[in-house]
C-alpha cells in the first residue's frame, strides 16, 4: 500500500520531491522545534495517482487522509465541524519548485453556520467569527466552487455603501452575518446547490481543486517559463489555522532575512496588524517596515529574529518566511530559499563566505549566471538630470524607459511587436504574468516589497517600482495623475528601480560596472575553473571590452564586419564589381591599410592574450545593396533620362547583383570557398594581419594571432588555404625582416567536417567549432527562417525542448561536436579546440563544452562573465 500523507513531524527537508517544497520544510521546522501550527502533507505521488485514475481520489486515499485527520484533531485538541471546539486549517498547495502566486490556497476550512457560532462563543469575539466565515466562503467559492471573487465584492461594496462605511474594521459581527446570508445567496444563485455545510466535504473538495490547479493556465505558463516538469504534480498542505485577524495584538507578515533587492545583510520584511493571510501579499494594503513591529511588540519582535537567524544559519541561505501572531503569540508558517536580484544573490553569496556559512565554491554555484545579464544591463547616467515625477518603493532595480500600459494583454500584444512598455498596474495578480514578461518594467501604485509584482519582477530581472501611492491611476480615461501630472496611455517614462523614481519622457542610460563583490567572485570562478573563456569581438572596442570583462582571449573576429563601415563600403564594392584581376587587386591594395589598422588595434588591445581572426565569410551579395530597392532605382532612372552616368553604374550594379544572387546563400558562395575562388580576397587579409604582427611586436607587445578559415568541409579546402597563408606569411617577414609565430586553424560548421576531423586536423593547428552554422546544417535549418517561421510552434508544440540556436542541441550538434574533438585528438593529442557562437554564452551548452573536454567557449564580451561563472560551476559539478 502506497503512503499518500505525511504529518509535519514525520517529514524533512529532504524530501521535497514528496512533500513539496512548502510541505518539506513545514516538517523540517517541526522538527527543528520553531512553532509551526500541526498539519500534514498529501504529497506530490497522490496528485499524480490523482491525474492518473482519470481525476479521482481513490478510497484508500480518502481513509488515509481521514486518519491523519484524526491525529491532527489529537494534536490540537479540537475537532473538524465540533462547535463546540471546531478544529479550523488551512489547505495550501505546493509544488517541488516554489511557485509564488500560482497556486490558490484556502483558509479557514471548517467554517459552517454552526461553528462560526462556536468560534465566535469560544473567543467571545463574534466580529471575528463571522469575519473569518465569510472570508472562507468567499475564498472556497473562488478556487473550489469557481464563482468569481467579483460577485462577493460587488455585494460587499454594496453593502458597505448602503451603511455609509469607508472600510471592512468598521462592519459589526450583524453586518458581517447579513453578509454571509448574501454571499450564501450568491453561491447558490452560481451553483444551483447550497454552500457546503460538511467540513469533510469541504476538506476533500479542496484537496481536488488543488490538485486540479496544478494544471491551471497560470501554474501552467510560469512552469513554462521556469522550465519546470509537468509530470512533478503538487503536494497539498493541512494546517491548521492560526490568526493574524483577532485584533491588534494579532498580525501577519512576510520577511527575508537579507535584503532580496540588495543584499544587505539585514533583516527585511512587512506586516499588518490585525490582517489574516494574503493580505501582506496582495498589496491591498500597503503594509509596516519589520523593524516598526519592535516597538509595537517587543517581544515578538526579537523571538522572529532569533528565529530568522536560526533558520538561515540551519538552511545556511538566504529565507523568505511567512509568519502570523495570534493574539502576541508567533507561529512560523513558511520558510523557503527568497528569490533575489543578482546583485544580492552575489553579495549575499560573497558575504556568507566571509561570515564562514559556505565555503568558496559553494558560494559560485549560488549564483545563477543566467541572472548576471541584469547586471551588465544599463542604467541611467547620473550626471543627467533626474525630474522624478513620483517615488515609490524600490522593488527590482535597474532602469527602463518605455511607454505606458494599462493592461497585460495589451503590453503583451504591444511587446512581442518589439515595442518597449512599462506596464502600470494598481496592483498585479498572476493573471498579469504575460504582461509582465513583455514588459520592460512594472509599476504598481499599491502593495509593497513582497507583493506579487515585485516578487515576480525580481525574478526575471525586470526593474520595478511597487506602492507608489501618489500615482493615481484612471482606468477610464487611460491615464494616471501625480499631483497636477497627467500621464497618457503610450506616453514615455523612465524608472528606476534602484531608487524608486518614476520621470517622464527618455533619460540617457551608461554601461554598468562590476560590483567589488562581483569582481570577487569572479576570482574564484577563475581559480576554480578549467575551461577557457573568451570573447567574439570584431573592432578594438569590443576587443577592450573582452579584455575588462576578464576574457582569457578572442575566440572569434568576424573579420567581415570591419568592410561594412560607411567609409569601407564603396571600396568593398569596388573590389566585387571590378571587372578584372588588376582592378580588383587596386581595391584590395586600398583597404588592406584599413584592416591592418583594425588588427593592430585588436592586439594592443588583448596585451599579448590570442586572438582568433576569421577570414572572410558571407557571401558577397551581402556587401551590395538590395535588388529590389535597386530595381526602383533603376527604373526612376530611366524614366528621367537626366543622369545617364549614374543609370549606367546603377544597372551595373544591378547586373552583379543579378549574377551574385543565389537559390541558398547560406549553402551557396561564401567561407573557404570564396578565398578558393578569390585567392587574392584571402591573401590580403593574411597579409594584413601580418603587417600588424610585425608592427605591433615593435612596440614590445606579445601577439598571439590565429588564423581560421571558415566553412571548410573538406580536407583539401583547408590544405589550399592554409599555404596560401603560410605563403603570405613568409613574404612579409621577409619584407619586413621580422620572424614572429602565428598558427592556422579552421572552423567544424559542417557536419562532413565533424565526421572527418582526423583528416583536417593533419592541416589544423586548431579546431573552433561554430556551433550556429553547425546547428543550420545539422538540422537542415536556415536559422533565420526557422526562428521567423516555425521554430516557436516546434518549442510550444514541443517538438523540440529548446531552441537549438540558443541552447545547444547536445544530442545531434553536440555529438558532432564531440565526435570533431576526439577524431582531431586522435591526429594531434594536443589539438587546441573551443566553440564561439551564442552558444558560448549559455550556460548548460557551456557545461557540455566541459564535458566534451574543450579548451575554451567563445562568446560575447557582455557575457564573459556570465561564462566564467559558468565554467566554474561546471568543474565544480563535475
Ligand atoms: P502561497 O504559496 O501563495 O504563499 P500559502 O499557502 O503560503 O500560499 O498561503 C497563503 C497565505 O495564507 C500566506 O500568507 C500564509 O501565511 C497564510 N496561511 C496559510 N496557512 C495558514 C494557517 N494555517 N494559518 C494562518 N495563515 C495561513
Ligand atoms: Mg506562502
Ligand atoms: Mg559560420
Known amino acids: 500500500m502506497k503512503r499518500f500523507v505525511y504529518l509535519f513531524n514525520e517529514g524533512n527537508s ?87 502566486g500560482m497556486m490558490d490556497t484556502i483558509l479557514n476550512l471548517g467554517m459552517n453556520d454552526e461553528t462560526a457560532e ?60 447579513e453578509v454571509i446570508a448574501g454571499y450564501k445567496g450568491i453561491v447558490r444563485k452560481h451553483t444551483k446547490k447550497d454552500f457546503p455545510q460538511e467540513p469533510k466535504d469541504q476538506l476533500f473538495l479542496s484537496i481536488n481543486s488543488v490538485f486540479d490547479s496544478w494544471n491551471n493556465q497560470r501554474a501552467i505558463v ?40 540588495t543584499g544587505e545583510n539585514i533583516l527585511y520584511g512587512e506586516y499588518l496588524i490585525n490582517a489574516q493571510g494574503e493580505d501582506v501579499v496582495a498589496g491591498i494594503r500597503t503594509p509596516q517596515p519589520i523593524h516598526t513591529l519592535q516597538a509595537e511588540m517587543p517581544e515578538v519582535y526579537q523571538q522572529f529574529v532569533d528565529t530568522c537567524e536560526r533558520l538561515e544559519q540551519h538552511y545556511q541561505d538566504m529565507q523568505d518566511i511567512e509568519f502570523t501572531v495570534e493574539r502576541g503569540k508567533l507561529f512560523i508558517l513558511q520558510t523557503r530559499t527568497g528569490k533575489r536580484t543578482a546583485q544580492a544573490a552575489i553579495r549575499i553569496a560573497v558575504e556568507m563566505v566571509e561570515e564562514g556559512i559556505i565555503d568558496k565554491n559553494t558560494a559560485i554555484l549560488r549564483v545563477d549566471p543566467d ?31 518605455g511607454q505606458v500600459v494599462f493592461d497585460a494583454d495589451e503590453a503583451e500584444a504591444l511587446g512581442n511587436d518589439g515595442k518597449k512598455v512599462i506596464l502600470v498596474r494598481a496592483e498585479t495578480t498572476p493573471d498579469d504574468i504575460h504582461g509582465i514578461v513583455a514588459a520592460q518594467a512594472v509599476v504598481t501604485s499599491r502593495g509593497g516589497m513582497t507583493s506579487h ?28 495623475t501625480v499631483g497636477g501630472t497627467v500621464v497618457h496611455h503610450g506616453d514615455i517614462i523612465t524608472i528606476d528601480g534602484g531608487t524608486g523614481e518614476i520621470m517622464l519622457g527618455e533619460i540617457p542610460m551608461i554601461d554598468p560596472q562590476l560590483s567589488d563583490e562581483f569582481q570577487l567572485l569572479l576570482e574564484w570562478a577563475d581559480s576554480a575553473r578549467k575551461l577557457g573563456v573568451r570573447a ?97 532605382e533603376v527604373t526612376k532612372l530611366q524614366l528621367t533620362e537626366s543622369n545617364a552616368a549614374e543609370l549606367m553604374e546603377k544597372e551595373k550594379l544591378l547586373k552583379k547583383v543579378r549574377q551574385l544572387e543565389e537559390f541558398n546563400p547560406m549553402l551557396g558562395l561564401r567561407g573557404c570557398r570564396l578565398g578558393l575562388m578569390f585567392p587574392e580576397i584571402y591573401e590580403m587579409q593574411a597579409k594584413a594581419i601580418f603587417y600588424a604582427i610585425a608592427k605591433t611586436t615593435e612596440t614590445g607587445l606579445d601577439v598571439k594571432a590565429e588564423i581560421m578559415i571558415p566553412l571548410v568541409g573538406h580536407v583539401n579546402e583547408l590544405k589550399k588555404m592554409r599555404q596560401l597563408v ?35 586536423a593533419e592541416e589544423a593547428d586548431f579546431f573552433s567549432f561554430g556551433t550556429n ?106
Open 726 to 760: 603560410m605563403d603570405a606569411a613568409v613574404q612579409i617577414q621577409e619584407e619586413t625582416g621580422k620572424e614572429f609565430d602565428y598558427t592556422i586553424g579552421t572552423m567544424i560548421e559542417i557536419p562532413r567536417a565533424a565526421l572527418t576531423a582526423d583528416q583536417i
Open 222 to 261: 510560469y512552469r513554462r517559463l521556469n522550465k519546470i516538469p509537468d509530470h512533478l504534480g503538487t503536494a497539498v498542505n493541512i494546517q491548521s489555522m492560526v490568526f493574524g485577524n483577532m485584533g491588534n495584538d494579532s498580525g501577519t507578515g512576510v520577511a527575508f532575512t537579507r535584503n532580496p533587492s
Open 536 to 632: 567574439n569581438a570584431d573592432n578594438p572596442v569590443d576587443a577592450k571590452k573582452a579584455f575588462e570583462f576578464g576574457a582569457d582571449g578572442i575566440g572569434l573576429c568576424r573579420t567581415e564586419h570591419m568592410f561594412m563601415d560607411t567609409s569601407r563600403l564603396p571600396i568593398v564594392q569596388k573590389m566585387i564589381l571590378a571587372e578584372s584581376y588588376e582592378e580588383r587587386k587596386e581595391a584590395l591594395e586600398e583597404l588592406l591599410p584599413m584592416q591592418q589598422g583594425d588588427f593592430e588595434g585588436i592586439f594592443e588591445a588583448m596585451q599579448g592574450l590570442p586572438a582568433t581572426i576569421r577570414l572572410l565569410d558571407p557571401p558577397l551579395h551581402e556587401f551590395l545593396p538590395d535588388k529590389e530597392e535597386l530595381l526602383v
Open 118 to 177: 462556536g468560534v465566535a462563543k469560544l473567543t467571545e469575539n463574534p466580529r471575528f467569527a463571522y469575519d473569518s466565515y465569510r472570508r472562507f466562503i468567499q475564498m472556497f467559492s473562488d478556487v473550489v466552487l469557481d464563482v468569481d471573487t467579483f460577485f462577493f465584492e460587488q455585494l460587499l461594496e454594496e453593502f458597505r455603501e448602503s451603511k455609509g462605511y469607508q472600510s471592512d474594521p468598521e462592519l459589526t459581527a450583524e453586518d458581517w452575518k
Open 371 to 401: 541572472q548576471l545579464n541584469q547586471l551588465l544591463h544599463r542604467r541611467i547616467d547620473d550626471s543627467h538630470q533626474r525630474n522624478q515625477l513620483a517615488k515609490g518603493l524600490p522593488a527590482s532595480p535597474g532602469a527602463a524607459t
Open 453 to 480: 509584482a515585485a516578487v515576480v519582477a525580481r525574478g526575471m530581472g525586470k526593474p520595478c517600482i511597487c506602492g507608489c501611492e501618489p500615482l493615481k491611476i484612471d482606468l477610464k480615461n487611460k491615464q494616471f
Open 14 to 100: 529532504s524530501m521535497k520531491e514528496l512533500l513539496g517544497g512548502k510541505g518539506a520544510n513545514l516538517a523540517e521546522m517541526t522538527s527543528i522545534g520553531l512553532p509551526v501550527p500541526y498539519g500534514f502533507t498529501i504529497s506530490t505521488e497522490a496528485c499524480n495517482d490523482y491525474y492518473e485514475a482519470g481525476k479521482t481520489i481513490s478510497a484508500e486515499f480518502q481513509e488515509q487522509v481521514l486518519a491523519s485527520l484524526k491525529k491532527l484533531e489529537e494534536q490540537t485538541g479540537k475537532r473538524l465541524g465540533d462547535p463546540s471546539n471546531p478544529l479550523l486549517v488551512s489547505v495550501r498547495s505546493g509544488a517541488v519548485f516554489s511557485m509564488p
Open 773 to 878: 552554422d553547425l546547428t543550420q546544417t545539422t538540422f537542415g535549418y536556415s536559422r533565420d527562417d526557422a526562428e521567423g517561421k516555425f521554430l516557436q510552434a516546434y518549442i510550444e508544440n514541443k517538438v523540440l525542448p529548446d531552441n537549438p540556436f540558443a541552447v545547444l542541441d547536445q544530442d545531434g550538434v553536440g555529438k558532432l561536436v564531440s565526435t570533431g574533438v576526439s577524431l582531431g585528438r586522435k591526429t594531434k593529442p594536443q589539438l587546441k579546440t573551443g566553440i564561439c557562437g551564442e552558444h558560448g554564452g549559455e550556460k548548460s551548452s557551456i557545461e557540455f563544452c566541459y564535458q566534451a573536454g574543450l579548451d575554451y567557449v567563445s562568446c560575447s564580451p557582455y557575457r564573459v562573465p556570465l561564462a566564467r561563472l559558468a565554467a566554474a560551476q561546471a568543474s565544480i559539478r563535475n
